[in-house]
């Protein structure tokens, strides 16, 4: 494959970095460079933000009304459904997801847009019931500024979505750092804004490596908020970064989502809700349910059901639509699984399934992979893998359920599965998670916050306060 070479978005401008200097990205199917991306520096940054400061105080951007921003969103969105096959295929090259998943995401973004370009011109202020006779107040929302939103390799463009939309409609402009691991469709959905109208530096794209742009742009002083995507040891640098200018900052970061399966459970749905919550995506997904709690009840039924259901899964190219789990995003990730299962079986756990690499010459392929645990204080249940490795444990009533649940440095997801109403929702309001699904897993709507408790950060995405977000509330008192 011929090396396609990809320029930044900056100002409106197509361009290389300041230095010339280049980064490549390899196709995690074939694990062979299959594009070329600028390495931005800390001019590179500087003169992104410094574009994007400029359009933020445009009158071109400032005169548009909310309406019309929401208008613009839309049109957004519309092109983004003209493109959906361009955008899935890339994506799926760049970051070795499959192309059945690529397609069902991006496929979404559009529902996505519309939604948010609605909130828009919804962002209503209040008129306080003041305890004062001679004195009036009302509250403002205004555009916190400049925007930077970082943003991980393994779902770009739903992520980036969940960022820019809210944060457009409510009138910022923004600077997008993708991972240097999946920068591709990030710079094509930059091509779509500008067909969609959306004035010279209100978006711009800059590509580069987190400890250099990354760095550059979180700590940049005209950053006045950062929506963040990654790691929770990563998120920790960009704290500190936003420490200097108190940039405001909502973080989504990792988890360790438990699966609950009580002995009333429809116990097929739940298998295929274990299956899907694990292994989609090779298991590179923030929400993976990678911690399956089995009532004792049911537990060999279930596990029997699991093993059979995840030794079929058709591993194969991402581009192949019968395939079933595709490669791994990067070597390292691939290493890292690799390390988890050395040490869950140095620590006792037992290996049912998987475990490996399968036969395939190229790509950083793995098994579906199932242990069974000792204790919830396994390091396997302990830490995120960010891959396919699902770690089983029994629990004996809803006490102990929860308590395992919660004992965790996590807090991002969690499904139940039961058919008793009553404990469905006294386990949902107890279990300390941003998402509870009851009976199903990942269900996602444009409608719905996303965002974690504990370790898994802070601030929440999509639904309907997202826009509010991206705004300063400002309280305007009148002498009368
Ligand atoms: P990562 O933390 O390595 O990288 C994320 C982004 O941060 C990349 O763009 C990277 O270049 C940048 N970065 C790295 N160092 C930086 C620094 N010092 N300053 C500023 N930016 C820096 O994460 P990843 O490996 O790309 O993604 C996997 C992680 O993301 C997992 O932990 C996963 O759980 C998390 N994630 C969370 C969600 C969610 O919504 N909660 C969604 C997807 C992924």
Redesign the pocket.
């Known amino acids: 494959m011929s090396l396609q070479k990809f320029q930044m978005y900056i100002n409106g401008e197509w361009t290389d970095s300041f230095s010339g200097q280049t980064f490549k990205s390899l196709d995690p199917s074939t694990t062979q460079a299959w594009a070329e991306f600028p390495d931005a520096d800390e001019s590179d940054v500087t003169r992104a933000v410094e574009s994007a400061l400029k359009a933020f105080e445009s009158q071109e951007w400032r005169s548009l009304t909310a309406t019309a921003r929401g208008k613009l969103l839309r049109k957004l969105g519309d092109l983004i459904a003209e493109n959906i096959e361009t955008l899935a295929q890339l994506e799926s090259t760049d970051n070795g997801k499959l192309i059945r998943e690529t397609r069902s995401q991006v496929g979404y973004l559009p529902e996505f847009f519309y939604y948010t370009a609605g909130l828009a011109d919804k962002l209503e202020g209040e008129t306080l019931p003041l305890d004062k006779q001679d004195m009036m107040a009302y509250t403002i929302h205004e555009p916190v500024g400049v925007v930077a939103a970082?943003?991980?390799?393994?779902?770009p463009l739903y992520?980036t979505a969940i960022k820019l939309a809210p944060a457009l409609a409510a009138g910022n402009t923004i600077v997008i750092?993708?991972?240097?691991?999946a920068s591709a469709t990030l710079l094509e959905l930059a091509q779509l804004t500008e067909e969609a109208g959306f004035p010279k530096g209100v978006v711009n794209i800059i590509t580069g490596?987190?400890?250099k742009?990354?760095?550059a742009?979180?700590s940049h002083p005209l950053v006045k908020k950062i929506a963040?995507?990654?790691?929770?040891?990563?998120?920790r640098?960009?704290v500190r970064?936003s420490a200097e200018n108190f940039a405001r900052l909502s973080l989504?970061?990792?988890?360790k989502s438990p699966q609950i399966i009580f002995g009333d459970a429809d116990i097929d749905s739940a298998v295929n809700g274990a299956v899907a919550g694990i292994f989609a995506a090779s298991g590179?997904?923030?929400?993976a349910g990678s911690r399956l709690l089995v009532h004792e009840s049911i537990y060999d039924t279930f596990l029997s059901k699991l093993l059979n259901r995840a030794e079929r899964i058709k591993i194969g190219h991402p581009r192949d639509d019968s395939s079933e789990m595709g490669p791994m995003a990067t070597a390292q990730?691939l290493s890292v699984v690799e390390s988890f299962v050395e040490k869950a079986k140095a620590e006792g756990a037992r290996l049912r399934l998987g475990g490996n690499k399968p036969d395939i010459a190229e790509g950083w392929y793995f098994e579906p992979t199932v242990f069974e645990c000792n204790s919830n204080a396994d390091y396997l249940m302990q830490e995120?893998v960010?891959g396919p490795i699902a770690a089983v444990i029994p629990f004996k009533d809803e006490s102990e359920a929860l308590a395992i649940a919660n004992d965790s440095q996590f807090g991002?997801a969690a499904g139940i599965w039961t058919r008793d109403l009553a404990r469905a929702h006294r386990m949902a309001k107890n279990v300390q998670s941003g998402i509870i699904w009851v009976n199903t897993y990942r269900a996602v709507s444009a409608m719905a916050s996303?965002?974690?408790f504990k370790n898994?950060?802070y601030g929440r995405?999509s639904g309907i306060d997202s826009v509010l977000a991206f705004t300063e509330k400002k309280t305007v008192w009148l002498n009368l």
């Open positions: 970082i943003i991980p390799w393994n779902s992520l750092k993708p991972s240097e691991h490596y987190g400890a742009a990354g760095a742009l979180t963040f995507t990654g790691g929770t040891e990563t998120a640098h960009v970064n989504e970061l990792g988890g590179q997904s923030c929400v990730q995120e960010f991002l996303i965002g974690g898994s950060g995405e």
